[in-house]
């Protein structure tokens, strides 16, 4: 009856009708289950496991990292760092043509790996550059291509809500590839792993947009001039002062992870933590005893690490309460100056619509997680999972046919689906089949990472063009940012390309560091 492929295409459908994606998930399979268990296609019995897959996914330690991303993204956001990086980076480099477009995209590569958030980012920069960008002459087409653009850089740099969700997906994807090959002593790839991989081809998608604005500049004058406007010369100080404290919380969250000093989320709340304590900063809050709070927690994280005191031992001594002691004043230090930072956002009405942002878009992140998890348990007793793997190996060239085909099958979902659900449904699907033809995991990674965030640019549903047409000035038309982000798809597959050409661009970094 291939009730399993009916399943799928009336997913499509009813996402595309505008129903809500939690709930159109869940009656899908709700019905399909339903249909299946009356023609005696499918074990109702299989449902007695939902409740074990929920408990699964919401205690799993490596998703539980994504809200305190979200909050040090909300919170980076509303501290006014875009504003302090674009304005500093436009008076550096706006004097040569095409200056003001490599701001944006060198802002767009800070903010993604400390907010990790498009939206945001996209909004903030459609506010501020995009402005900029057409009263200094620029084309509107390659303005607007180029704020979506570097906006969606937060879905490849880690951290990001993608790789995440993405880590966890291969993780499970090669345990069961490795349980189908008789292999019981498994490897996992972590979040560490996969945040690695991805950083060197998000600096290669960077320079491949930098040498495109540079390119068009010299060739096409008119389309990225230089700024007209007056500029003053920045200082060091400024550059120092917009630039390093976002690089700073950007190495101590990577740093963590790529160390093994912290998991995925013990580094998120180092993020979250630190992203308060640089608003509060912004914001009103004693600088003085900012810097001694940031300084005290530093010190406690590296004294720890190096030398942890545990009095719970039997042989503890003076040298061991002494050193408790301090480490106990520092943390005191370091949480009177969140509690100072939490204040001055309070006095400035930051703090709630902060949470409540982050509340919402965790809900509907895990919501979504979850009922695709009901989802995938019906598909497969649908006999989903073996038609998938059919198809595969059915199709001409092997392996990299095969990979092919995924690639390609992303990319078009990819117009009409968001990541979040393409990742949770569909890669569950795909991902093993690929990993048992020969696919190193790693580089399939980053390779879907790269392809799933052309998604954010691809109308007619890519999330960028939508948080672009509610920030832009009136005469930039919406059929004005479809035109401007088709040379980026485009040098997006080409960066798909060179990764799939050169697979170590993937994975040396990884390699190195695990």
């Known amino acids: 009856m291939a009730l399993d492929l009916w399943m799928f295409a009336a997913l499509i459908v009813f996402i595309l009708m505008g129903y809500p994606v939690a709930f159109t998930i869940a009656g899908v399979a709700t019905a399909f289950a339903l249909m299946g268990w009356w023609f005696d296609v499918f074990s109702i019995n299989l449902m007695g496991a939902l409740g074990q897959r929920f408990f699964a996914v919401m205690t799993n330690p490596v998703l539980t990292a994504i809200p305190l991303f979200v909050l040090m993204g909300v919170v980076l956001e509303k501290s006014r760092i875009a504003e302090d990086l674009l304005?500093?980076?436009?008076?550096?480099?706006?004097?040569?043509?095409g200056g003001?477009?490599?701001?944006?995209?060198?802002?767009?590569?800070?903010?993604?790996?400390?907010?990790?958030?498009?939206?945001?980012?996209?909004?903030?920069?459609?506010?501020?550059?995009?402005?900029?960008?057409?009263?200094?002459?620029?084309?509107?087409?390659?303005?607007?291509?180029?704020?979506?653009?570097?906006?969606?850089?937060?879905?490849?740099?880690?951290?990001?809500?993608?790789?995440i969700i993405l880590a966890e997906v291969m993780s499970t994807s090669f345990q069961q590839a490795q349980y189908q090959q008789g292999r019981f002593s498994i490897e996992t790839i972590s979040v560490g792993q996969t945040f690695a991989a991805a950083l060197v081809p998000g600096f290669l998608l960077v320079g491949i947009y930098i040498l495109y604005i540079l390119g068009r500049a010299w060739l096409i004058p008119g389309d990225a001039p230089a700024m007209r406007e007056r500029l003053e010369r920045v200082s060091h100080s400024e550059v120092f002062g917009a630039v390093v404290p976002p690089v700073l919380l950007i190495v101590a969250v990577l740093g963590a992870i790529l160390g093994g000093v912290a998991s995925p989320n013990e580094a998120a709340s180092v993020g979250a933590v630190?992203?308060?304590?640089?608003?509060?900063?912004?914001?009103?809050?004693?600088?003085?005893?900012?810097?001694?709070?940031?300084?005290?927690?530093?010190?406690?994280?590296?004294?720890?690490?190096?030398?942890?005191?545990?009095?719970?031992?039997?042989?503890?001594?003076?040298?061991?309460?002494l050193m408790a002691s301090g480490y106990a004043v520092l943390g005191l230090v370091g949480i009177v100056a969140v509690l100072a930072a939490l204040w001055a956002l309070m006095r400035e009405r930051l703090v709630k619509p902060a949470l409540a942002q982050t509340m919402i878009v965790t809900a509907m992140i895990f919501a979504t997680i979850l009922m695709a998890s009901f989802f995938s348990l019906v598909f497969v007793g649908l006999g989903g999972e073996h038609r998938v793997a059919a198809i595969l190996e059915a199709l001409p060239g092997g392996a990299?046919?095969?990979?092919?085909?995924?690639?390609?099958?992303?990319?078009?979902?990819?117009?009409?689906?968001?990541?979040?659900?393409?990742?949770?449904?569909?890669?569950?699907?795909?991902?093993?089949?690929?990993?048992?033809?020969?696919?190193?995991?790693?580089?399939?990674?980053?390779?879907?990472?790269?392809?799933?965030?052309?998604?954010?640019?691809?109308?007619?549903?890519?999330?960028?063009?939508?948080?672009?047409?509610?920030?832009?000035?009136?005469?930039?038309?919406?059929?004005?940012?479809?035109?401007?982000?088709?040379?980026?798809?485009?040098?997006?597959?080409?960066?798909?390309?060179?990764?799939?050409?050169?697979?170590?661009?993937a994975t040396w970094l990884p390699g190195a560091v695990f």
Not at 87 to 97: D, H, K, P, Q, V
Not at 287 to 315: M, N
Request: aromatic letters at 8%; hydrophobic letters at 60%; zero cysteines.
């Open 100 to 163: 003001l477009g490599v701001s944006v995209v060198l802002v767009g590569a800070l903010l993604a790996a400390s907010t990790g958030i498009v939206g945001a980012t996209v909004v903030a920069m459609g506010m501020i550059a995009l402005p900029a960008m057409l009263r200094n002459g620029y084309n509107p087409r390659l303005a607007a291509g180029t704020v979506a653009t570097a906006g969606t850089l937060g879905q490849i740099i880690p951290p990001s809500t993608l790789l």
């Open 274 to 321: 630190g992203a308060i304590l640089l608003a509060g900063y912004r914001r009103g809050a004693p600088r003085w005893l900012i810097l001694a709070g940031a300084g005290a927690l530093l010190a406690l994280a590296v004294a720890a690490g190096i030398a942890p005191v545990r009095l719970q031992r039997s042989d503890t001594g003076l040298v061991q309460y």
């Open 400 to 505: 990299m046919g095969a990979l092919i085909f995924a690639m390609l099958f992303i990319f078009v979902l990819g117009f009409f689906l968001d990541f979040v659900e393409i990742s949770v449904i569909l890669l569950p699907l795909l991902i093993p089949p690929l990993i048992l033809m020969g696919h190193d995991p790693i580089w399939l990674a980053v390779l879907i990472a790269v392809n799933l965030q052309t998604s954010f640019l691809t109308p007619p549903f890519g999330f960028s063009l939508f948080y672009l047409r509610g920030a832009a000035p009136p005469e930039v038309t919406t059929g004005m940012i479809y035109q401007g982000v088709a040379p980026y798809i485009v040098l997006q597959i080409l960066a798909i390309m060179i990764i799939w050409l050169m697979p170590t661009i």
């Open 87 to 97: 304005e500093t980076m436009g008076r550096l480099f706006g004097a040569m043509r």
